[in-house]
């Protein structure tokens, strides 16, 4: 029996790590992969995930998604992922092109159309808000959302703000008072499960996916030459290894103004929500593991 799930995402190194062993992992069924405005522009982050799953072969339906925050104006991410979003690796020029629906339309039918679905957002949620406002019937058919983004150990794009969030972060209090059950696979653990040194060498010596893994992640402006953050990666590694984590519930609010503006705030005493909490989140990671998965995944691929 395998899990159905959705992506949403911003290609994006990480991002296209994470689209890897999602698509490569027997217990997964990837069912779309939608693209948001985030790490580099919609255009190429829909580009660079039409790459990805064509690399593989895979009829994966891939949809294009917003250009735009809800409000906050955009600002990307291409000083560590570069321009291109993917540099490192030619994928050539014929990888297709996006299906004929928005992503909110595309995401509206294929959760409709199934009668439950993870949903693994690895960029800005702002398809995700205007998903859940035109089309708030489809909530009933999530079964939880694990996302990449927000910290409650300090940001990555300010010292309270993880990029993710502080991209869109009315977008991120619109998702996390949708009410449905939430795992935040945030910086508290990206930051731990960083890929070695020799991890990275080693991808290269795999195959052609490890050479293409190798190369984007050589070109990757995260973390230093000790270790790179896959932070994206980490949402597929709890879907397969949650053992892997420590979680702990929580109500997490969203500053959406002022100089913390995208901080995740976690009320971590359950001391003001009246003990109501909206999402698990990941608190530490075996990192060891992280590793040792990684490449024992990508050596199981072509
Ligand atoms: O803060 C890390 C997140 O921002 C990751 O999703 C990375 O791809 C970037 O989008
Ligand atoms: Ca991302």
């Known amino acids: 029996m395998t899990t159905k799930i959705i992506m949403d995402t911003d290609p994006g190194i990480d991002d296209a790590a994470a689209l890897t062993m999602a698509i490569n992992a027997p217990e997964l069924d990837l069912k779309l992969v939608t693209a948001v405005a985030g790490n580099v522009t919609v255009d190429k982050t829909t580009a660079n995930a039409l790459k990805i799953v064509h690399f593989f072969g895979k009829d994966i339906p891939v949809a294009a998604g917003a250009e735009q925050p809800l409000i906050k104006p955009f600002e990307d991410a291409a000083r560590v992922h570069g321009e291109s979003g993917m540099p490192g690796y030619d994928f050539g020029e014929d990888y297709g092109k996006p299906i004929d629906k928005t992503a909110v339309e595309a995401l509206h039918d294929a959760i409709m159309a199934e009668d439950e679905v993870i949903l693994v957002p ?7 808000a205007l998903l859940f406002s035109q089309y708030p019937e489809v909530k009933s058919h999530i079964k939880k959302i694990v996302a990449m983004g927000g910290s409650i ?5 300010t010292s309270a703000a993880e990029f993710n969030v502080f991209t869109d972060p009315d977008a991120a209090r619109i998702m996390y008072n949708a009410g ?3 795992v935040m696979v945030g910086l508290d653990v990206t930051l731990k499960a960083l890929l070695t040194k020799d991890t990275i060498a080693k991808l290269a010596t795999l195959n052609e996916t490890g050479k293409m893994l190798n190369g984007l992640i050589t070109h990757y402006n995260d973390g230093t030459d000790e270790g790179r953050p896959m932070h994206d990666v980490n949402t597929i590694f709890y879907l397969l290894h949650p053992e892997a984590f420590t979680t702990k519930k929580m109500w997490i609010d ?3 103004e002022g100089p913390a503006i995208g901080c995740t705030v976690g009320d971590v005493r359950g001391a003001y929500h009246d003990g109501k909490t909206n999402a698990e989140v990941c608190v530490d990671i075996d990192a060891d593991a992280f590793n040792k998965w990684f490449i024992e995944r990508v050596a199981e691929m072509d």
């Open 180 to 182: 449905i059950p939430i």
């Open 153 to 157: 150990s300090g940001g990555n794009m």
């Open 254 to 256: 969203v500053q959406t």
């Open 122 to 128: 690895t960029g800005s949620y702002t398809n995700i």
